[in-house]
């Protein structure tokens, strides 16, 4: 069986991850939203700290918008370190 899944996927959207997790808790949970709530509460969590990111290199001038995948980590530590006002 060939596998569909995009590679390019998380490259365009940093949480991949998130988003997956909260489609098989509800594959796994019959599609009842309410026990998912934690997952979906994770992905929006992600998705507005990308969002953030984006807009903040945009404004930036800085190129790409979305840091490259090997970039990711170091740039959501930076930014939790200035969230914390460290």
Known sequence: MKNLRN???ERFNPCLRE???SYQCLNNNNFD???CEAYF????TCK??????SKD??????TPYLPDLED????????IKKMKGE
């Open 7 to 9: 590679t390019d996927a």
């Open 19 to 21: 988003q997956e997790k």
């Open 33 to 35: 939203h309410e026990k």
């Open 41 to 44: 509460d994770n992905y929006n």
């Open 48 to 53: 507005k700290f990308w969002g953030k990111v």
């Open 57 to 62: 290199r945009r404004a930036k001038g800085i």
């Open 72 to 79: 990711r980590n170091k740039v959501k530590e930076e930014y």
